[in-house]
């Protein structure tokens, strides 16, 4: 096994990690998420770009990649979901919203402009789009059509890892608000405000970009039976 898919083997293995630690009441072990998610994320972009510079692309890779890639997207917009919903009945996610003394928290985004949380139509939105896109590269292959990414797609999943980025802080940073008592300071609510700012602009601009570059395979590929000129 090759340093790529060595690293790609470890985003597999650690995605489930990433996945679990927000739920633990801990700031600690939220902030371990935190960078746990980045770590993660860092490999993602450098064990395509090893294996490309150093001619280290291997069907094992091929295949390996793409799953680790929809794991970790699984493993991060899921538990943002259950945590950052607002519900009035007790749940799971309301468990994780807890703090050591049973109040639920409010983990949505905080921004000058209100609070905001994670709709059930953002998850079908995303992950809907990239089991699509799964699907039809899959066809596209048995008829001898390589999709390679393109540029919008690109730009999607760097605004999508920064919403996801923000967000696992935003829940480690809570936490220990709350267990330090910094909720009343002037800095600590200009900072949730740059961070929740961040957290929505980018969520909304992945989705728009999910459409978009949807969009454009569709032209691409399945409208005009084959690419067009890259843009």
Known sequence: MNLPNALTVGRIVASPFVAILPFFPS????????????????????????????????????????????????????????IQKQTDSPSFSSLARSGTEGIAWDFRFDTPAGRYGFPFWVIAVVLGRELFMTIF???????????????????KTGFQWTWVGAAYFWFSALTAAHRYEWLDSQAWRA???????????????????????????????ALNDGPQPKN
């Open 27 to 82: 700031w600690q072990l939220r902030m371990l998420g935190f960078w746990l998610f980045i770590a993660v994320a860092v490999t993602d972009y450098y064990d395509g770009k090893i294996a490309r510079t150093r001619n280290l692309v291997t069907n094992l890779g091929k295949l390996l990649d793409p799953l680790a890639d929809k794991l970790l997207l699984t493993a991060t917009l899921i538990p943002m979901y259950l």
């Open 137 to 155: 590269r899959q066809i596209s292959a048995r008829r001898g059509v390589i999709i390679a990414a393109i540029g919008p797609a690109k730009w």
């Open 191 to 221: 900072w949730a405000w740059l961070n929740g700012t961040i957290g929505v602009v980018t969520m909304y601009a992945a989705i728009a970009l999910t459409l978009y570059s949807l969009g454009l395979y569709m032209k691409m590929y």
